[in-house]
């Protein structure tokens, strides 16, 4: 039971965790190479450097740091990118938590998220940092709102807030087709709350770096692998909520929601790539003014079709 | 009820927590630290609240108390000379007196926690906990939900009325001075005339 | 873990809270000790309708309504501290004493 229930969840959470973020970077260092920037080493490799570069240099000091803070919020944001990760349903035995409201979980974490981005800007005590703390902050309660709404709508017709069971409601049509306004919205979402691409707003080139600023060394290294991280997580959430987790024909389940995984996080890096970052004012308007009328529509859309 | 071994060591650990994060709260030397000490002891009720089977509220305090600790945390920086922690930081009025209410508090309601005797009447086995709330929320205590909804609409309205910038009598900002350093004095960090660098109370 | 247990941890939060409300001269930190207080007062409500009440929806009702009453609290709280900062600059408790006369 112990073995079952404890063990084995982590064990897999783990593994999807490291090698997902290894393959982000991959994936990553690919995109880039083909659209033309020049890279260092090969695609498989130069992350492996980067990394084992990243926990040789010395850690950075700034003046008068809140130093705990500091050095946790890289930990905490790998943890919830761990914990919602933990939500994901690889088949229908093979869940590592099966919480009954698992869908509220993965909101938790997105807004625990946006606590810990901020603590992490604003524990260096540095200007910059704290700049790219506050933009998280002022962006961060819309992708909440926005990805509530969305996933709403996706419990809607599973009658569930459990993602095992939103997962076996696209046992006939997948909610990407049933709502096709869920998954781009979600992706936003996603890009987002790992300010990743277009909407980098608070680790960004203008802020020379922003929260992650001033950090170097081993604690730069979990930063990234954090946010890498909780990219992959995201990809798995979007995977069993739209993209019908472990359904498919011929293949196990697992190696389904795996491959969908694979190809969300493709997307979503090649639209890092290939957009430009929005500005922080813009952004703000496009979040408010636009996209969160378009997740309202999502959710009107998703209970009419739960009513006929 | 009983519960398993395993289940009484993380209530002790939890319960360990949320209450040195919140007593923590009012003895460190930031407030936006302060907050977060806040979140803290909220998480650890959140997690005992699902230990206790309650799923949906656990996990609703998670959200609601994360966005609502960070809306503090930013109003704590508006609101403090002493934001950053660098200084120590001790505000308080009638001290004794807040220890010993406190301390009164907690014995009177852990007299009665103790000492009288409440029924015992666990959770059914074939209760579903969010499918119940669920019901009761939009069943027989509709009423109560939609006028709390209610209630937090007119909040928001109201908010907006106090805290805008427009009042009856013009902006609400007009002669708007920082406090001064000291009781009385002139108000802190504005610039002087003529001086372009200007001086803040907080470095 | 226990309904005395759970209850005694409920009532050390209630006494800390209160300690805050009433000791803290920011209403920023006064307002996290009222905070407390509800965290103490949301913990023994779900306490008696898991342990004591047989699961009566009520119980769970009760929590979210303190939880909205705790959205209200603290958004009602800070119009309130921005308004009187911006007429009285005062963001400690002993700056308005003209709320006595």
Redesign the interface.
Known sequence: MIVNELILPVILVTIVLVVGAYLVAVIDGMIAAALGTPQRGGAWLAPLTQGAWLLTQQANATEAPDWRAWRLAPALYLALAATGLAVVPFSPTLIPTDLVTSVVLWGSVEALATVVIFLHGWSANTLLALIGAYRYVALGLSYILISMFVLIGVALPAESLQFSQVVASQEGLWNVIRQPLGLPLFLIVGLGMTFWGPFNLADSRDLAGGTASTVSGPSRLVWELARAAMLVAFSGVAASAFLGGWLGPWLPGPLWVMLKMLGVLAVLLLLGRLLPRVQPERCVTLMWVVLLPLSFVDLIWAGVEALL | MDYPLIVDIFFLLLATLAVVSGWRVFCTDSMVRASFFLLVSFIAVGVIMILLTAEYLGVAMFFMMAVEMMVMAIFMVMFMMNPAGLNPMMMVHQHKFSIAAGVAIFVVLGGVALLSEFPDNPLPADLDPVASLGNELLGDSMLIFESAGIVLLTTMIGVVVLSSHRGRYGAAEEGSMPPGLEPGGDPAGMPEEGDEGGHHHCH | ?T??????????????????A????????L???L??IL?GV??AA??????????A??G??L???V??V???E???G??????V???K???????ITGLKH
């Open positions: 873990m309904l005395a247990t759970l209850l005694l941890l409920a009532a050390a939060l209630i006494g800390i809270g209160f300690y805050g009433l000791s803290q001269q920011s209403f920023v930190m307002m996290m000790g905070e407390l965290n949301m913990l779900v306490a008696f309708w898991a342990l004591s009440g047989a699961g929806p009520e769970q009702l929590t979210i309504v939880m909205a705790m959205a209200i603290m958004a009602m800070f119009a309130l501290v921005v308004a900062f911006r007429t600059q005062a963001d400690v408790t002993e700056g």
